[in-house]
């Protein structure tokens, strides 16, 4: 009885994803409700202020570093 042996040329099942093709936003514009929530942390009046500032310097770039 012969075991067959993965191909050589199939990756294996079990390994990452690289980040480089890992998206998390759809094209759609990032709000400041967006990167409160993807922090983790409550949407208050000064977390949301928080989000804005951060938007305001990093663009839609700052969703993509918090999230993988």
Same mark, same amino acid.
């Not at 690289?18 to 936003?25: G, N, S, T």
């Not at 942390?41 to 949301?48: M, S």
């Given at each position: 009885?012969?075991?067959s042996q993965p191909d050589a040329? *199939?990756?294996p099942e +079990? $390994? &990452?994803t #690289? +980040? *480089? @093709? !890992?998206?998390? $936003?759809t094209g759609t514009d990032v709000s400041p409700e967006d990167i409160v @929530? &993807?922090?983790g942390? +409550? !949407?208050? #009046?000064?977390? @949301?202020e928080w &989000? *804005? $500032?951060k938007l305001d310097r990093e663009g839609p770039a700052a969703l993509d570093k918090m999230l993988p």
């Open positions: 009885m012969s075991t040329s *199939r990756q +079990d $390994r &990452a #690289p +980040d *480089r @093709l !890992l998206h998390a $936003r @929530l &993807a922090s942390k +409550d !949407l208050t #009046p000064q977390n @949301l &989000a *804005r $500032r």
